[in-house]
């Protein structure tokens, strides 16, 4: 497995402004995903973070709302902009990788996002 | 869509056998892992099924069957710290999760 942080924990925030959340991995990984999960509801994907290239967005998600860097092998932000209640959500990062076991996503300890 | 589908809800008592199952409908799809989450965590891996049959891991042993469509998890001597939620969670080169099964254990 893999050790994963992510800061903030949690934050609240005004409408209006914009959070970046920060992964960190203790070993490097060949994906990193961002994930967001509603109060009450499952995790929905947000977009696979590329390193050193654009993001890949699902369906619903686009990068001016959710701007992404994954500037090497260990780390990645979400950036959640423009702020509105409905974006309270937890937010959390996984990763992938051969090296810590194929095909398995592991997941960072979440950021608890509170939107007034 | 892969429709995933689990129950709700499911209370047992401590010590006790509970099996959650989980349909889908996929064409296709790499294999299917359960996650367990506590309030308020993040969900921790448990099982992954490639092939049909049936996984053990100590407590919990999880199967799958292609054919039916079907999976499910069994955990067995249930402890008051298995209360979590249970994810049924396909990779189909995507992760897709359901709902999720909350279980109760009651002393």
């Known amino acids: 497995s893999a050790v994963i942080s992510q800061k903030p924990s949690r934050d609240i925030c005004q409408r209006g402004t914009s959070l970046t959340i920060q992964c960190q991995v203790d070993?490097?990984?060949?994906?990193m995903f961002w994930y967001r999960q509603q109060p009450g509801q499952s995790l929905t994907l947000i977009a696979t973070?590329?390193?050193?290239?654009?993001?890949?967005?699902e369906s619903g998600f686009v990068i001016d709302k959710f701007p992404i860097s994954r500037p090497n092998l260990t780390f990645s932000t979400l950036t959640v902009s423009n702020m509105s209640p409905e974006d309270s959500s937890i937010y959390l990062c996984?990763?992938?990788?051969?090296?810590?076991?194929?095909?398995?996503?592991?997941f960072g300890p979440g950021t608890r996002l509170l939107v007034l | 869509g892969q429709n995933i589908d689990q129950p709700t809800e499911m209370t047992a008592t401590e010590g006790a056998i509970v099996q959650i199952n989980c349909t889908y409908q996929?064409?296709?799809?790499?294999?299917l892992f359960w996650y367990q989450q506590h309030a308020g965590e993040a969900p921790t891996f448990l099982s992954y099924?490639?092939?049909?049959g049936l996984e053990e891991k100590g407590r919990f042993s999880s199967f799958l069957s292609r054919s039916k469509g079907y999976s499910y998890l069994l955990l067995k001597e249930l402890q008051m710290k298995d209360s979590a939620s249970y994810l049924c969670?396909?990779?189909?080169?995507?992760?897709?999760f359901g709902a999720g099964t909350t279980v109760t254990v009651r002393a």
């Open positions: 996984s990763v992938e990788g051969l090296a810590i076991g194929p095909e398995t996503q592991y």
């Open positions: 070993s490097q990984v060949t994906m």
């Open positions: 973070a590329n390193q050193g290239s654009e993001a890949t967005y």
């Open positions: 996929t064409s296709g799809f790499n294999g």
């Open positions: 099924n490639v092939l049909d």
């Open positions: 969670v396909l990779n189909d080169y995507k992760l897709s």
